[in-house]
């Protein structure tokens, strides 16, 4: 079968690491006969540069007429702390997310063996976590007006606004999530504050008779982000809100130590988006240091979103492999650093020949 996939690097090692995802699934591609066509499209600086803006018409009509979309990373140092800078290559994100009603950030958060000591909490804490964080992402406080600055500049403000809707379709998913894994679901919200957080909880809550196998436990946000580092493997699935996702999964990543190798998936109404947590590493775009293994698990989660789970499970199995192998960047090696290059090809060929 021929899929076409849009292909957004964008900017720092996006390219970089996007390239080794392409191998990886050209090489699914041929042992599992699929054609991968990959199309290019421009974002982030590199399109602000290029042509003002950083999510094109003519990127965001890609992404509409693919099958999955694979996205580097974003965001360039030099739109930070710069006041003038009329647009940012993040807005080209917001942008992307509100257009193909990306509503659901989905972020697997895991602990590889060989990694534990890379965490920066105790190595006993973090074994065996293996949670999913799972963030509504076009909503909240991220688009809700008003939003703006008084006249004098003195005051301002933004609007966290949800309704019932957004609230039942992102919960819905991840019930379905928890059905699949431990049943366990952690709603999260600051329901003794804001009065969109007790729509969320009221919402959760009416739900919850319609999925009586999953356990259900309402947790209040700052409570959440203390929880996650004390007690990391207590969790399954959790859904929030727009801003509290964007913190506490940033938060979860980091903690397992792995954060060049945890992968993410957006899905929604359109298209879905697959992409690394980890940013554009601008220090190391061009040096062939980055690591690509976030990327190239979030090549596998594309790979099941299209229903190819063989093949999903193959990357997987084939970044196992290199891991077990030492064939890995500066970032996670035990000894000899492999460039993102060589720990491309090594996935490719592994990938071939088993
Ligand atoms: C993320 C990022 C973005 C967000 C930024 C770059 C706008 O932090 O994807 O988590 O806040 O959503
Ligand atoms: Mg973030």
């Not at 999925?211 to 859904?239: G, H, R, S």
């Amino acid at each position: 079968m021929a899929y076409k996939i849009a292909k957004l690097p964008g900017d720092g090692i996006g390219p970089e690491i996007v390239e080794q995802a392409e191998k990886v699934m050209n090489a699914i591609g041929e042992k599992y006969n699929h054609e991968f066509r990959f199309e290019f499209g421009i974002t982030g600086a590199t399109a602000i540069d290029q042509v003002g803006n950083p999510y094109p018409e003519e990127t965001h009509q890609l992404c509409m007429d693919a099958d999955a979309v694979l996205f580097g990373a974003i965001g360039d140092p030099k739109f930070d702390n710069n006041p003038k800078a009329k647009v940012r290559p993040e807005q080209g994100l917001l942008e992307m997310r509100k257009r193909l009603q990306l509503f659901a950030n989905i972020r697997p958060v895991r602990t590889f063996e060989s990694l534990l000591d890379k965490s920066p909490l105790r190595a006993d804490l973090v074994k065996g976590a293996d949670f999913i964080v799972i963030r509504e992402l076009t909503g909240g406080v991220y688009y809700g007006e008003p939003r703006g600055r008084s006249e004098d500049g003195n005051k301002a403000y933004d609007t966290t606004i949800y309704t019932r809707d957004e609230v039942v379709r992102i919960t819905e998913l991840a019930f379905d999530y928890a059905r699949k894994r431990k049943k366990k679901l952690t709603a999260i919200d600051k329901a003794n504050v804001l009065a969109t957080s007790r729509l969320w909880r009221q919402t959760i809550q009416e739900m919850e008779k319609d999925y009586q196998d999953v356990e259900v436990e309402y947790m209040l946000v700052d409570n959440a982000a203390m929880q996650i580092i004390q007690w990391p493997t207590k969790f399954d699935v959790m859904v929030t809100e727009n801003m509290f996702g964007d913190i506490l999964s940033d938060e979860s990543s980091v903690i397992t130590g792995s954060l060049g190798m945890l992968p993410s998936a957006s899905i929604g109404i359109h298209t879905s988006v697959f992409e690394p947590i980890h940013g554009s590493f601008p220090q190391g775009a061009g040096k062939d240091i980055a690591n690509p293994l976030a990327t190239v698990l979030s090549a596998a989660m594309l790979l099941e979103s299209l229903n190819l789970v063989e093949e999903a499970r193959k990357v997987e199995a084939a970044v196992d492999a290199s891991m077990n192998a030492g064939v890995v960047t500066q970032d996670i090696t035990r000894g000899k650093a492999y460039g993102t290059k060589a720990v491309g090809d090594w996935l490719a060929n592994y990938i071939l020949k088993s």
